[in-house]
């Protein structure tokens, strides 16, 4: 096959995608009718019949080991498929089979579990999020063994789809931990993230960490009348908004001290990269249903979301929320603070940093209690890494087009694999900002999921050869 | 009566108020039975029972005037008895007849609306607030025609009970304004607040203002992803933070140009009237259910409370409150803002004030609504005034002990009677701190209510010596 031009190579895989299209949606619509929602105990059974029917059809497609992998909460997916090439490289692909809530009445179309094609869009709960993108990978790799003549994949592949992505992932990194002898590779495939637009194919390079805490601050033991004791006594209230307003310079920087020990400065390689992304401003902000943008001073508004780490208050409440007023003097105030992290930043000397910054600026008379949730930590590829070049030419030759590179403002578990497995992640995602992840009417564009299917069908013939 | 000598007009005084001291708790204890709750709407009807019952009993003490003045909420009563002296001067007393809430299972005793007496107190919602210091003054005016042997009072005595104290006297300035001419006095009692404590008794001779808004804060148009766009847009609950930080400096005083404009400065005179009472730290926080104090430099906690205006938060709320974490921008923010204000301090210049102040503060990308509710202002007695100093003789002859001088950290509408009508404010009140107002177990110690009365014995024949 080697000799074949790759004009030819790409044609006879097109035809083989087209020729499966059909079924390979039959096959996933079947699997997104399942609402494995981990985030709902009403639907765990739900969550084990959807490993239970991926494990089935990972079998079927021809892994010869695909099992299910209980975990404390809901059940992981294992698969295996090793080459017959005694050198040819591990890659683990990433992905979870759990789905985020979803009620018709939330405003979907159409059922969010009885999946619908509409204007080549593929409407369903999980669609893109993650069942499509994990799915892409079966068909992805028969097209790969069609075109290379193979019976088995040119790389030894192993594929984990978690159950519980949609709920935080508690039990993923000792899972990880648990199986990292059979999880170990040489490089990781995440497919949980998406492309710039369907004109502008990316690769995802990094995705930013989490460290999250819940402040619970506590004044008076009741309420209090607000004009028999007001400006006489601390007011837990206002000690919780001192410490939001206290979080940030007037550059919005973080002020709690070591926060930025660290981060590498961006390189005014990757902030070139970052610049040649066709980005507007206006279209970013109604995606963001936002009606400006304030970040950190100096940087651009993709890299303040890609780049740099933050702080973010998600919520915070003290006293009375009803309608009118009601003049007390609240008895406590609670805040959950978020932040981003980026390369170099460690979560628990983070955690440790804000914990010390906040017991330092709660006055005599208040009492507080900070809890912080298991942290995420920050992932990134290396720009140089040889398998992301295979990545890209793999996207270039199923796109024809050439491939920038994006980052993700968010978080996921894909660094707890980074960590415990010491191997390079790399994120291959064909999802559209578009696709409305964690939203009604969720949907996959089929036919950039068909060039998810492709990609992968050049891709591990190319790993093989650049990691070998 | 003149030339009787002292002693023996208060011997008789007390003779005369213990002989109906038995039917004058059972009448007091019929009224209580009423729940005139004004805050809920299912006792509407027990608010107009309250006020009938009230007109009918001051009919049956003597007064040739007493009727029912309708408003668009629950009505108030109105009472006249004129003297026969035509140089008399008028004398207004302001009280309320409705009651806050309450229900055996907040933690009562016995019944709320079912009055009992158990070691010298007597316990029912409304013992204190107000219905008992109101009632004082039925058997008061009684006692003073017994002691001077006259058929109608030494002043023309004015009564004015209202209907919607405790649910924020909405119609109650209208009302005045409306009324302005029958209610025109020479000076106003108000019986609707507390003693420093039954061993300390006092006059209160002011209360603060109070000027309330809620500022609504909106940044996206839903709560969106922290990792997506965290640190690119401004979050309305940080700008809500910022906002309640921003209103005290480093001193604790208030931030808001202008705010302190036309507050007049303590006098020493004022200041030592403050530090003359037997106040203990320790145990107003108790009282406070705190555990420090706070407030603004340079002042001592009293004066904090009772001399200085303020800035509180009364509740703020935004984006996640559930258990746990979600990492959200939250679309909006809330904050209900409340300010105490004192002598010269107005509030519509503070409301102005502190509305220009939110408006320079909120970031582009933000929209933002500040309302404000119905003011109160500050009600000062002048500390010079002669019938400040005929209430002081008259307790001071009730309680055989030195009065001093207290004042209110809370708001009421006395203000608006200074105000429309123009005259002094003068506050009777015989109930202490352990009363309970608004809370389970309410009660008034009958000994103290007995003070009330003989101090309305006394005080209207000094009164009208005084006014003359």
């Given at each position: 096959?080697s000799?074949?031009p790759d004009?030819?190579v790409?044609m006879?895989?097109?035809?083989y995608i087209?020729?499966?299209?059909?079924?390979?949606?039959d096959?996933?619509?079947?699997?997104?009718?399942?609402?494995?929602?981990s985030a709902?105990?009403e639907h765990?059974a739900?969550?084990?019949?959807s490993?239970?029917w991926?494990?089935?059809?990972?079998?079927?497609?021809g892994f010869?080991?695909?099992?299910?992998w209980?975990?404390p909460?809901a059940p992981?997916?294992?698969?295996e498929?090793?080459?017959?090439?005694?050198?040819a490289?591990?890659v683990?692909?990433?992905?979870?089979h759990?789905v985020?809530?979803?009620?018709?009445?939330d405003g979907?179309?159409?059922?969010p579990?009885?999946?619908?094609?509409r204007?080549?869009?593929?409407?369903?709960r999980?669609?893109?999020?993650d069942?499509g993108q994990?799915f892409?990978h079966?068909?992805?790799?028969?097209a790969?063994l069609?075109?290379?003549?193979?019976?088995n994949?040119?790389?030894?592949?192993?594929?984990?789809?978690?159950?519980?992505?949609?709920?935080?992932s508690?039990?993923?990194r000792a899972l990880?931990?648990?199986?990292?002898?059979r999880?170990a590779?040489d490089a990781?495939?995440?497919?949980d993230t998406?492309?710039w637009s369907?004109?502008?194919?990316?690769v995802c390079?990094g995705m930013?960490?989490?460290?999250?805490c819940?402040?619970e601050?506590y004044?008076?033991?009741?309420d209090i009348h607000?004009g028999s004791?007001?400006g006489?006594v601390p007011?837990?209230?206002?000690?919780?908004?001192r410490l939001?307003?206290?979080?940030?310079d007037?550059?919005?920087?973080?002020?709690?001290p070591?926060?930025?020990?660290?981060?590498?400065?961006?390189?005014?390689?990757?902030r070139?990269?970052?610049?040649?992304?066709p980005?507007d401003?206006e279209?970013?902000?109604?995606?963001?249903?936002?009606?400006?943008t304030?970040?950190?001073?100096?940087y651009?508004?993709l890299?303040?979301v890609?780049?740099r780490p933050?702080?973010?208050?998600?919520?915070m409440?003290g006293?009375?929320?009803g309608?009118?007023g009601?003049t007390i003097?609240?008895?406590?105030?609670?805040l959950k603070?978020s932040?981003?992290?980026?390369g170099?930043?460690?979560?628990d000397?983070?955690?440790?940093?804000?914990g010390d910054w906040?017991?330092a600026?709660?006055?005599?008379?208040v009492?507080h209690k900070?809890t912080?949730?298991?942290a995420?930590r920050p992932?990134l590829?290396?720009?140089?890494?040889?398998?992301?070049r295979?990545?890209?030419?793999a996207?270039?030759?199923?796109f024809d087009?050439?491939i920038?590179?994006?980052r993700e403002g968010g978080?996921?578990p894909a660094a707890?694999?980074q960590?415990?497995?010491?191997?390079p992640v790399?994120?291959?995602?064909?999802s559209?900002p578009s696709?409305?992840w964690h939203a009604?009417?969720e949907?996959?564009?089929i036919d950039?999921?068909?060039k998810?299917?492709e990609?992968?069908?050049y891709?591990?013939?190319?790993?093989?050869a650049?990691?070998r």
């Amino acid at each position: 096959m080697s000799e074949t031009p790759d004009s030819a190579v790409r044609m006879h895989t097109r035809d083989y995608i087209r020729s499966h299209r059909a079924a390979f949606l039959d096959d996933l619509s079947e699997w997104l009718r399942i609402p494995s929602v981990s985030a709902q105990p009403e639907h765990d059974a739900d969550v084990r019949r959807s490993a239970d029917w991926l494990v089935a059809k990972l079998r079927e497609t021809g892994f010869p080991v695909a099992e299910i992998w209980d975990t404390p909460g809901a059940p992981a997916v294992f698969a295996e498929w090793p080459s017959d090439d005694p050198g040819a490289p591990v890659v683990l692909v990433y992905g979870h089979h759990d789905v985020q809530p979803a009620a018709r009445e939330d405003g979907w179309r159409s059922d969010p579990f009885e999946p619908v094609v509409r204007d080549g869009r593929l409407y369903a709960r999980g669609a893109a999020d993650d069942k499509g993108q994990v799915f892409f990978h079966t068909l992805g790799v028969r097209a790969h063994l069609a075109a290379t003549g193979r019976d088995n994949p040119a790389v030894h592949l192993k594929l984990l789809v978690e159950g519980e992505e949609e709920s935080g992932s508690p039990h993923f990194r000792a899972l990880v931990e648990r199986q990292a002898a059979r999880l170990a590779a040489d490089a990781v495939i995440v497919s949980d993230t998406g492309m710039w637009s369907a004109d502008t194919p990316t690769v995802c390079t990094g995705m930013r960490g989490l460290a999250e805490c819940e402040v619970e601050l506590y004044g008076p033991d009741q309420d209090i009348h607000s004009g028999s004791f007001g400006g006489a006594v601390p007011n837990p209230a206002t000690v919780a908004a001192r410490l939001v307003a206290a979080l940030h310079d007037e550059d919005e920087r973080v002020t709690v001290p070591g926060f930025y020990d660290g981060v590498a400065p961006l390189t005014d390689a990757e902030r070139t990269l970052i610049a040649e992304l066709p980005f507007d401003e206006e279209a970013w902000l109604r995606t963001a249903k936002s009606h400006g943008t304030l970040g950190e001073a100096g940087y651009s508004t993709l890299e303040r979301v890609w780049a740099r780490p933050t702080a973010e208050v998600n919520g915070m409440g003290g006293g009375y929320q009803g309608p009118g007023g009601k003049t007390i003097i609240p008895s406590s105030a609670r805040l959950k603070l978020s932040f981003r992290l980026v390369g170099g930043q460690d979560p628990d000397r983070i955690e440790r940093a804000v914990g010390d910054w906040i017991d330092a600026r709660i006055p005599a008379g208040v009492r507080h209690k900070t809890t912080f949730a298991a942290a995420t930590r920050p992932c990134l590829t290396p720009l140089d890494h040889p398998a992301l070049r295979s990545v890209v030419r793999a996207m270039g030759r199923a796109f024809d087009q050439k491939i920038r590179f994006t980052r993700e403002g968010g978080s996921g578990p894909a660094a707890d694999l980074q960590d415990v497995l010491g191997a390079p992640v790399l994120f291959l995602g064909i999802s559209v900002p578009s696709d409305g992840w964690h939203a009604p009417d969720e949907k996959v564009e089929i036919d950039l999921l068909m060039k998810g299917v492709e990609t992968t069908a050049y891709l591990w013939s190319d790993l093989a050869a650049a990691l070998r």
